[in-house]
């Protein structure tokens, strides 16, 4: 399966879709990791564009193909992307999952933005008015939505893999 996460930055996503990788023993595809290597081996000052969702797309679909599961890990923001990770997992023939990573609260959505280290060399985490000015199509109805702003992460991550088995998109 194919569970794709997605929010903005200094939501917890990463942290989610690390732990729930190690939980479930799932490929993690983080697109910061691929954009940031692409901008190190190329022209710095060039805009990267879509490259570092394409190479994910391309990663999640040979891991699929082989049975693994996949977590894919970015902001996710735009419809078009959010078609574009459904049909890797409609080529593979496997489920996907949507799940929105939110922090409600937004002072500590503020804090983490501000506070948070790259895990990423050369990798610059964006701002706070960067990360309320960006654009972000509304996801409607469609997805899990997980919110980090009251809970710790092994609890969000046994609820998400509880809500995923019951909704039967996770195998018992």
């Known amino acids: ?55 994910a797309y391309g990663i999640a679909e040979d891991n699929l193909t082989l ?10 923001p735009l419809t078009i992307t959010r078609e574009a990770w459904l049909a890797v997992a409609a080529r593979s023939g496997v489920i996907a999952a949507e799940v929105e990573v939110i922090c409600s609260d937004k002072t500590e959505h503020r804090r983490r933005v501000e506070t948070r280290k790259t895990d990423v060399e050369g990798l610059v985490k964006p701002t706070w008015q960067e990360v309320v000015e960006r654009i972000y199509d509304d996801w409607g109805e469609t997805p899990i939505i997980v919110d980090t702003a009251a809970r710790d992460v092994p609890e969000i991550v046994e609820a998400l893999i509880v809500k995923l088995r019951t909704e039967r998109l996770l195998p018992i």
């Open 67 to 76: 049975g693994r599961i996949v977590i894919a890990d970015s902001v996710n």
């Open 1 to 55: 399966m194919l569970i794709i996460l997605a929010g903005l930055p200094g939501s917890g996503k990463t942290t989610i879709a690390r732990a729930l990788a190690r939980r479930l023993g799932a490929i993690h595809v983080r697109v910061d990791t691929i954009e940031q290597a692409i901008r190190a081996s190329a022209d710095s000052s060039n805009d990267i564009g879509p490259a570092g969702y394409v190479v």
